[in-house]
């Protein structure tokens, strides 16, 4: 009964917000000029970095085009105005690319429905360049400064690293070349350019190790590494998979704090309820969805998959294989969602690539820290985290290009429920492959006794039995 009355608990103090936030933004006009398709004026935040994209629907211009994420507080249009308080895709030309994260604008264009349940409430296909009404407040034009620093110190590396560490870094993918970028998603290694639950994980781990070091006590400690993951949310921006992570080291932080073990199952699912509470529409997001579903694997996965491996080779390395192999396992039905594909090497290729990812990482945001300040030291440190990236590419690259790199799968929730059946089974197998020996070397001694009992039928002797 008490379990029933938590669920309840948790279902509730979900819906009720989601509910509250559904109607604040669907009150007001902008809900009904999206129904309209009017031509609308709109005043809004900038939420998200401008991404090129290749062919948006319905866009028949030349030319490059961006996609970025419009919180919209003002809206006029078919003789209205009136205020806002939902977000909308927007399309636009090369000018966009320059409106800076923060920033306060000004645009003109048409709106376009989307499909329910979708973050943004609409689309705007943006004419002409935006207008800046205000600039991005002083934490926002101190990231932009890091990010673009960033972006120099990596400028003269090799195409495939200048790319990659970047993202690594603070997960800007704008210079990621585009067949590395298919290599990463066929090998299974999309992860690392997306920044989540390992990033802040290396940089705590780094954190407390210096810290350590260096003589502080605990409880400090603790206070400069939930400050560094603070400051690291604001330099990557406040994505789903960051979200996550954060609040999860926020707990783990804490647990420590309080000089308690941390329990990671319990953790993840008061993180899950407190994020869909603040944002409901993270339930729409395959990025969280993947983020959650790769910690649960890891925690629940990782010890029984560890012992059965363990039986037939090293217990190191069969615990390295199953960390990259419970993520990968519990991930893999919802990204046959979004491609219909198996990734074959996606577990050796992580095995590979997961040392290169220390360093990079550590090196990529030592060099965006450091470059604003220092050219030549980011410049430094931008080559160490190349190195890494280096290897990390190539892993990519050799796994894209073995036979069968990608296997045909069903689609749809069909091919995700037999995907995900299939690997419950292969787990239990792996699990309990202990008992297997046992139970088949006793079919096998019955089949020898019923030879032998044939043979003493036919020919009268009487061999003893075992």
Same mark, same amino acid.
């Given at each position: ?8 608990a948790a279902v509730?103090?979900v819906a009720?917000p989601?509910?509250?936030? #559904? ?8 809900a ?8 609308v004026?709109?005043v809004?935040?900038?939420r ?6 290749v062919?948006?629907?319905?866009w028949?211009r ?8 419009l ?7 078919r ?11 927007v ?8 409106i ?5 604008v ?8 989307l ?10 296909? $943006?004419r ?5 009404? %205000?600039p991005p407040?002083a934490v %926002?034009?101190t990231?932009r400064?890091?990010?673009v620093?960033? @972006? ?5 590396l090799?195409?495939d ?15 990621l070349?585009? %067949?590395?970028?298919t290599?990463?998603?066929v090998?299974?290694l ?14 705590g781990?780094?954190?407390?190790? #210096?810290?350590? #070091? ?8 603790m206070?400069?590494?939930?400050a560094?993951?603070?400051g690291?949310?604001?330099?990557v921006?406040?994505?789903p ?5 954060a609040a999860?080291?926020?707990l783990?932080?804490? =647990?420590?704090?309080l000089?308690r073990?941390?329990?990671a199952?319990?953790? @993840?699912?008061?993180?899950?309820i407190?994020l869909?509470?603040?944002d ?14 790769a910690?649960?694997?890891?925690v ?9 491996l363990?039986r037939a080779?090293p ?5 390295a ?10 991930? $893999? ?5 979004l491609t219909?594909?198996v990734?074959t090497?996606?577990?050796?290729a992580?095995? @590979?690539?997961?040392p ?9 945001? #030592?060099a965006? @820290?450091?470059a604003?300040?220092?050219?030549s030291g =980011?410049?430094?440190?931008a080559?160490?985290a190349?190195w890494a990236?280096?290897?990390?590419a ?26 995900a059946?299939?690997?419950?089974a292969? =787990? ?10 046992a139970w ?20 009268g002797?009487?061999?003893?039995v075992?």
């Open positions: 009964m008490g379990h029933a009355l938590l669920l309840l509730t103090a009720l989601g509910a509250a936030q #559904l109607a604040v933004r669907e009150s007001g006009l902008l009904a000029l999206v129904d309209q398709r009017a031509t004026r709109v809004g935040t900038v998200s970095e401008p991404v090129p994209v062919s948006p629907v319905g028949s030349s030319g490059a085009r961006y996609r970025l994420e919180g919209v507080e003002q809206i006029s249009g003789g209205r105005s009136g205020s806002a308080a939902a977000p909308v895709l399309l636009g030309g090369p000018a966009w690319a320059r800076s994260y923060g920033a306060r000004e645009a003109t264009g048409r709106l376009a429905s499909p329910p349940g979708e973050v943004a409430m609409a689309l705007l296909a $943006a002409g360049a935006p207008r800046p009404v %205000d407040g %926002d034009r990231v400064r890091i990010r620093a960033l @972006l120099a110190a990596t400028e003269r090799h195409p690293p200048r790319g990659l560490v970047p993202g690594i870094a603070v997960g800007d993918t704008s210079r070349p585009a %067949d590395l970028g290599a990463m998603r090998a299974g999309t992860h690392v350019t997306a920044v989540s639950g390992a990033h802040f994980a290396i940089l781990e780094a954190v407390l190790g #210096l810290t350590g #070091l260096v003589g502080l006590s605990r409880r400090t400690r206070g400069v590494v939930s560094v993951m603070v690291f949310v604001f330099l921006h406040p994505e998979s960051v979200l996550r992570a999860m080291g926020a783990g932080v804490g =647990g420590l704090a000089g073990p941390s329990r199952l319990p953790a @993840l699912g008061a993180t899950v407190a869909l509470v603040v409901p529409w993270l339930a729409r997001s395959f990025g969280f969805a993947l983020s959650v579903l910690t649960a694997g890891i629940l996965l990782t010890v029984p998959v560890a012992a059965g363990a080779m217990e190191r390395l069969a615990h294989i199953a960390v990259p192999l419970a993520a990968q396992s519990a991930c $893999a039905p919802v990204i046959v969602l219909p594909n990734s090497y996606a577990v050796p992580n095995l @590979l690539a997961a290169a990812l220390v360093p990079a990482t550590v090196a990529g945001v #030592l965006a @820290l450091v604003p300040w220092w050219a =980011g410049v430094v440190l080559q160490v190349g990236a280096s290897w990390i190539w892993v990519a690259r050799i796994c894209v290009g073995l036979p069968s790199a990608q296997l045909p799968w069903p689609g749809g929730l069909g091919g995700a429920g037999l995907l059946a299939l690997t419950v292969v =787990g239990v197998v792996v699990a309990h492959r202990d008992r297997i020996p088949a070397s006793g079919l096998d001694r019955g089949r020898r006794r019923g030879r032998r009992r044939g043979r003493h039928r036919e020919g002797e009487r061999a003893p075992p």
